[in-house]
Nanobody, 121 residues
Framework: QVQLVESGGGSVQAGGSLRLSCAAS?????MAWFRQAPGKEREGIAG???????AYADSAKGRFTISRDAAKNVLYLQMNTLKPEDTAMYYCAAARDWVPLDLDSRRYSYWGPGTQVTVSS
């Protein structure tokens, strides 16, 4: 059983930055960040494989950076130039094996409980 625990969420003003972390209990091959705002569908933000291949949603390109510390089984999401529309619950997701980096939530079997990010204007 893979356990994921996110941290680093909070409230920030527009233009600010946050760094999310996700501690995983095992070394998952594929990991990703998703978010869900009230009344909206879950959205894939960024994904990464064990060997560092990455993919980003258009909404994240140029502002967010996904990375992982394979030795510590920790996933990160550096978020810069935050906007009010980035307000959402952010979730870490993992898959034991390789999955395509298309940010499809159905490909990930394990999910963290989420961490709230609130960006005020």
């Amino acid at each position: 059983q893979v356990q994921l625990v996110e941290s680093g969420g909070g409230s920030v003003q527009a233009g600010g930055s946050l760094r999310l972390s996700c501690a995983a209990s095992v070394d998952a091959y594929s990991m990703a960040w998703f978010r869900q705002a009230p009344g909206k569908e879950r959205e894939g933000i960024a994904g990464i494989t064990r060997f560092g291949a990455t993919a980003y949603a258009d909404s994240a390109k140029g502002r967010f950076t996904i990375s992982r510390d394979a030795a510590k089984n920790v996933l990160y999401l550096q978020m810069n130039t935050l906007k009010p529309e980035d307000t959402a619950m952010y979730y870490c997701a993992a898959a034991r094996d390789w999955v395509p980096l298309d940010l499809d939530s159905r490909r990930y079997s394990y999910w963290g409980p989420g961490t709230q990010v609130t960006v005020s204007s």
